[in-house]
């Protein structure tokens, strides 16, 4: 089966560091999607891309966050100058549509400490 | 802000019973989403449904959405060990996804 992948699998990284989360979405999929899910929390949405932007964010996307697709594979998440609070994991997803019936995959996550 | 609550907390089921998970949403929903999460992996995506009165099936897994687009339920007949994790419901209005808390399902064989 066809598999988002995320890079890194943990990364610890001292507070007021830069930090990017690398992600490789399934090859023909559109939309692109980043969640973050604190320790033992619900699942929080935070950007969706599609066709090389934002097509939505959440009140967490603020400007310490951006999101990239440099090239043709791969989709990134940047966190400038990171807090303690954004130690988190963090899913990539990647979808073919986002219309009914479509699927949404997600890839196995990034771990970031922020120390 | 939009919010999305999502009961029982927690489920402990015997192998073989039934459990049904519950979503409600504080404002008219255009979908919802349903995911289980085991411990430690990723968020699976289970379904999204998008009509008002609309129920799905995938096997034993039935899935519902309320007629006034408000509430979801999620519920799985005969419960197995390889039902384990936490299910987690997503609503969509006028706001991004915003996903309830989970109901972590325990299966006692």
């Known amino acids: 089966e066809p598999e988002v992948t995320q890079t890194p699998s943990h990364q610890v990284t001292q507070m007021g560091q830069e930090v990017i989360l690398r992600c490789v979405p399934i090859?023909?999929?559109?939309?692109f999607y980043w969640y973050r899910q604190i320790l033992g929390q619900k699942v929080e949405f935070l950007v969706s891309?599609?066709?090389?932007?934002?097509?939505?964010k959440s009140e967490i996307f603020d400007d310490q966050f951006s999101v990239e697709r440099p090239d043709g594979s791969n989709f990134t998440l940047k966190i400038r100058s990171t807090k303690l609070e954004d130690s988190a994991m963090y899913f990539c997803a990647s979808s073919l549509t986002e219309g009914s019936g479509n699927t949404i995959y997600f890839g196995e996550g990034s771990w970031l400490t922020v120390v | 802000g939009q919010q999305v609550m999502q009961i029982p907390q927690y489920q402990h089921v015997q192998e073989g019973e039934d459990f049904t998970t519950y979503c409600n949403s504080s404002?008219?929903?255009?979908?919802i989403q349903w995911y289980k999460q085991r411990p430690g992996g990723h968020p699976v995506f289970l379904i999204q449904?998008?009509?008002?009165?609309e129920v799905k099936k995938q096997k034993r897994l039935t899935f519902q959405f309320g007629e006034a687009k408000k509430n979801s339920s999620l519920h799985i007949t005969a419960t197995q060990t390889t039902d384990v994790g936490t299910y987690f419901c997503?609503?969509?209005?006028?706001?991004?996804?915003?996903f309830g808390k989970g109901t972590r399902l325990s299966v006692i064989a």
């Open positions: 404002t008219t929903l255009s979908n």
């Open positions: 891309f599609y066709n090389n932007e934002i097509s939505e």
């Open positions: 090859s023909n999929h559109l939309y």
């Open positions: 997503a609503g969509r209005g006028n706001t991004p996804l915003v």
């Open positions: 449904l998008v009509k008002s009165g």
